[in-house]
C-alpha cells in the first residue's frame, strides 16, 4: 500500500517522463530568450529618445511572431509567454498583443500598434519590409486604422 499511495500523492506534472519536461522547459527557455532579446533592444531604443523609436519595438515583435506562426505555434507560444513573464490577458488575446505587452515599457500606450502589426500581417509583409511599409501607408496609426475600416 505504501508504494501505491506513493505513486498517487505525486503531482501531475512530477509524474511526466523528464525527455518530455525538459523539451517543453527548452520551448520555454526559447521563448524567454526571444522575448527578453526584443524587450531589451525596445527598451535601449526607448531610452534613446529618438523621434520613431517604436519602429524598432514593433520590428521585434512582428519578427518574434512571424517565426511562431511559420511554425503553427503562435497561439501556443503567446499563452506560454503570457505564463512566463506574468502578464494577465484574456485567455483568447491575440498573441501580437501579448508580445507586445510584454516587450513595452511601462507608460506607453499601445492601443493601435497590435492592429497595425495584424494589418502588416494581413498584407504578408516581411519583417525586415515592417518600417517601410508602415513609411508607405501613413505609420502605425494609419495602418491600425485601415485594419479596422
Known sequence: MGW???NFQ???????????????????AKIKQE??????TAQEAFDSHRRFWSYTLLEGAYGVYFRW????????????????????VNSAAHPLEVIIKIVTPSGVDTRRWVDALL????????????VKFFKANGGPAGCAHRQRA
Request: glycine share 4%.
Open 4 to 6: 501505491i499511495s506513493a
Open 10 to 28: 505525486m503531482k501531475r506534472h512530477e509524474r511526466k517522463s523528464a525527455r518530455v519536461a525538459a523539451v517543453m522547459s527548452s520551448t520555454e
Open 35 to 40: 522575448l527578453e532579446a526584443v524587450k531589451a
Open 69 to 88: 506562426k511559420a511554425v503553427r505555434h503562435s497561439k501556443k507560444n503567446g499563452k506560454k509567454a503570457a505564463r512566463l513573464f506574468g502578464v494577465n
Open 119 to 130: 494589418f502588416a500581417y494581413s498584407k504578408r509583409v516581411a519583417p525586415k519590409d515592417l
